[in-house]
């Protein structure tokens, strides 16, 4: 299954304010994109679970904590404004998921995400 096939059959049925089209627009707005959200997180010690992430193996489970941490207040705020609720542990939950789908190969590929948020927005109307 493609990309595109696994970012669709995660959207369906989840109208532009799905979870998943959330945390798509925050990886998509975080400074650095998909590469700088991974730095992020290696700053912080968390090194070797994004990139479990984006390699080709099993993802590595990340807290709504480590989420906080790494994040910080003004990204959380802004997606629980979409999500509603405990936002840092939906993004626990959807943010692994979504950064695996969108490095299929175990590379980085900033373009992948310019691709499922065409997607996003072709299935969206």
Same mark, same amino acid.
């Given at each position: 299954?493609?990309?595109? @096939?696994?970012?669709?059959?995660?959207?369906?049925? %989840?109208? %532009? @304010?799905?979870?998943?089209?959330?945390?798509?627009?925050?990886?998509?707005?975080?400074?650095?994109?998909?590469?700088?959200?991974?730095?992020?997180?290696?700053?912080?010690?968390?090194?070797?679970? $994004?990139?479990?992430?984006? %390699?080709? %193996?099993?993802?590595?489970?990340?807290?709504?904590?480590?989420?906080?941490?790494?994040?910080?207040?003004?990204?959380?705020?802004?997606? $629980?404004?979409?999500?509603?609720?405990? $936002?840092?542990?939906?993004? $626990?939950?959807?943010?692994?998921?979504?950064?695996?789908?969108?490095?299929?190969?175990?590379?980085? @590929?900033?373009?992948?995400?310019?691709?499922?948020? @065409?997607?996003?927005?072709?299935?969206?109307?």
């Amino acid at each position: 299954m493609s990309l595109l @096939d696994n970012l669709a059959g995660g959207l369906m049925g %989840g109208g %532009g @304010d799905s979870p998943v089209n959330a945390v798509l627009e925050m990886v998509q707005k975080y400074p650095g994109g998909i590469s700088g959200l991974v730095s992020a997180f290696q700053e912080k010690g968390l090194g070797e679970v $994004a990139s479990s992430w984006v %390699g080709t %193996g099993a993802n590595l489970p990340v807290s709504a904590s480590q989420i906080s941490s790494v994040l910080g207040d003004g990204p959380l705020a802004d997606i $629980a404004s979409k999500l509603g609720g405990n $936002a840092s542990g939906q993004l $626990a939950s959807l943010l692994p998921q979504v950064i695996d789908k969108l490095t299929p190969g175990g590379e980085v @590929d900033e373009g992948a995400l310019g691709k499922g948020m @065409d997607l996003l927005k072709g299935l969206m109307g």
